[in-house]
């Protein structure tokens, strides 16, 4: 380190459980070793898997650096370095929207759900803090939208947006609803994307469809001043609910990266770290399942 400790100072170690398995280290370090031999580092102050211990650490803790950096003799830019680094390997292993979509469709899958998300970041400051705040959650942020299958497993997000864009402006400005539709799928959304059915009503010409377009926008029924909702709506509701909370648990099983929590990296990093954590969250759910069906 830098600076070191006075005399006489002895530091404290602890130990911590990190809650992921031996593959997802163990392919973070071949990532590193790859783009070491690739940009021909001759030497670093941590093996590729000492490095892939601490940027898993970071991202899974949100530790502060200088702590972490503390532990393992080296400073907090390096550890930011090497955060830095990790992330966009892994972030240049997400999958695009495309390529999703197409896997979707040959799994036979006829519905994608569809949700947005607060990301919390520090307030910002000059023009940048009124378009990061968010009026619904009271709260500077970066809004994230993601795609999940059925059985509620992230399949894609998006690049993070300001905070005070909707969920549904959000999603006609990426063209989501047309790129579904290219691939014959039908987006299935909460109340904030009540209204995206008049895009397909507006529609005319559809390439897809010939004519007027058909494809169908799921959204829940959504009471009026005047007119309250009736018992088969309430049910039609309660059974879409039931089949929209699994894009809660995507959502929860990205969000167990602790990172996360709140933002302290500059915003222009947070679409980089979003899908790295997408990949890492992709690679824990595939592994488990393999053990599951192996000890089935």
Known sequence: ??????????PISYQVTLPLSRQTLQMVADLIRTHRRQVRSRWRKATPAEQALVVLAVLRH???????????????????????????LLAARARRLDRVLRRLLARGSAVVLIDGT???????SGKANRANYSGKHKHHGLLVLA??????????????????????????????????????????????????????????????????????????YKAEAKRPLTEGQQQANAAFSAMRCAVEGGFAALKSWRILTKLRCHPRHATTLLRAL??????????????????G
């Not at 380190?1 to 002895?10: D, R, V, W």
């Not at 503390?70 to 680094?85: C, D, F, K, M, N």
């Not at 607060?118 to 910002?124: K, S």
């Not at 790129?179 to 994307?193: I, N, Q, T, V």
């Open 147 to 220: 795609l999940t299958g059925e059985d509620g497993r992230l399949v894609w997000v998006s690049a993070a947006l300001p905070g005070k864009t909707a969920d549904i402006t959000a999603s006609r400005r990426l063209g989501l609803r047309e790129r579904l539709h290219e691939h014959d799928l039908s987006p299935a959304g909460d109340k904030g994307f009540h209204g995206w059915h008049k895009d397909v009503r507006e529609s005319r010409d559809c390439p897809g469809c010939g004519r007027s377009c058909e494809q169908v926008v799921l959204t829940p």
């Open 62 to 88: 949100d530790q502060r650096l200088a702590d972490i950096g503390g532990g393992h003799g080296v400073s907090a830019s390096t550890v930011r370095r090497w955060v830095l680094e990790v992330i966009g």
């Open 278 to 295: 997408l990949v890492l969250t992709q690679h824990e759910q595939s592994i488990r399942g393999t053990v599951q069906s192996t000890a």
């Open 118 to 124: 607060l990301i919390r970041t520090r307030r910002r």
């Open 1 to 10: 380190m830098s600076q070191q400790p006075a005399e006489g100072f002895n």
